[in-house]
């Protein structure tokens, strides 16, 4: 383990609390937490301490980003996509580390208690974060929290059950119970196992309930953890439930020197909040560095008075943005705004219904949010194969 202590006082603490060469690897998040209660009693101003993975990222002037899936970063299309960072003005890639049905992209040491979920598809994930570091590419993490088959299955006791079997949706996906702490320090240990490897940042996708779980919540047979009879109905526990989730993950991983960003329902800024879900925008946005609206125009029906919204996506991101900047200037410490926005052609819309996104589209969407005041976003294509020919600047 190594450690930055940033005075010489702070280096002396840090000896005389513990000695780090000595304490066990698998104890370490107690040994931080114990370190910053040792800390309490010091001015705020005492150094704190703060892991160091040994590689160096410089945060981008903004973040402009791509999704890469798991096969593709341990893949031979990594160069297609690194040549793409060298030759453009995008600079940042969200990494599948835990990907949407609960493996691991990489196989973690023998006696990781992650070891039976990873896969091998990044033989080396130092290995590649050496790369981008060498590239200048700013490397953020993707974890997929509550949607996760695999834990599910595992621990049918952390899901949700209907008649005696763990549920799943339409899509055949089953999702963890958000209620349950058990299930947050599963999350969250792997996202530290990320931070430590070299990623800068941590993204939590699907930090939520099932979709329309309010509708069939009275079948379903889950436990509700230290959320049960707290004098809270039913729809603000689960609001209570994803809120409390991401600031516990962003206060564990404070030791780490990482930003903690969320995915989110795009139409969750439109409302007060999405209780059936657990959503609430401001909520959320509260507890995190960066907030990361998924607002592909495909995914809209009928929103902002626009009635075939992928047809129009500059006037549905610009109609966006308006609302978001509402929701965030609420907020005494505002997050960094990122959205997702679509590279991809939302052909299963039928004829009439979508647009062929290409350079145009895409540029689009970029061209909203800078008129808006929005300087970040992430580019999501599913299968990782990016439009060649866009201008990603002003």
Known sequence: MKYIATSASAAILALAV?????????????????????QKGFPESMPRFVYDSGLTFEYPDAVRGIYVTGHSAGGARFETLLDLMD??????MV????????????VP??????????????????????????????????????????????????????????????????????????????????AIEAAKMGFKEIQFDYVRFPEGFETRDDVLTYGTGEYTDDGNDETNERVDAVTDFVAYASEQLEPYDVDVSVDIFGYSATLPEA???GQNFNRIS?????????????????YFGIAKPDLEPYNLISEYAKVENAKLAELEDPPVSRPWIQDFTASYLGA???????????????????????????????????????????
């Open 95 to 106: 990494i599948d580390i835990k990907e949407d049905h609960g493996y691991l992209t990489y």
């Open 109 to 190: 040491e023998e006696d990781s208690p992650f070891y039976d979920i990873g896969q091998p598809y990044i033989k080396e994930p130092r290995a590649m974060l050496e790369t981008l570091e060498e590239h200048e590419v700013y490397p953020i993490a993707r974890i997929v929290v509550f949607k996760d088959t695999v834990l599910a299955e595992k621990r049918p006791d952390l899901s949700f059950q209907e008649n005696g079997q763990v549920w799943a949706n339409g899509r055949e996906e089953s999702f963890v119970n958000p209620f349950l702490k058990e299930v947050w320090d599963y999350n969250v240990e792997i």
């Open 18 to 38: 513990f000695n780090t060469d000595v304490l066990a690897e698998s104890h370490e998040q107690h040994q931080i937490r114990e370190v910053s209660q040792q």
């Open 275 to 277: 209780p059936g879900i």
């Open 87 to 92: 030759n453009t003005d995008l600079n940042a």
């Open 352 to 394: 009439g219904n979508y647009l062929v996104y290409g350079a145009d589209e895409v540029k689009a969407q970029i061209d909203a949010l800078y008129d808006n005041g929005i300087n970040e976003f992430l580019l999501w294509n599913a299968g990782n194969t990016y439009t060649d020919g866009v201008d990603y600047l002003p």
């Open 286 to 302: 509260e507890n995190v560095d960066v907030i990361s609206s998924m607002i592909y125009p495909s995914h809209w029906t009928s």
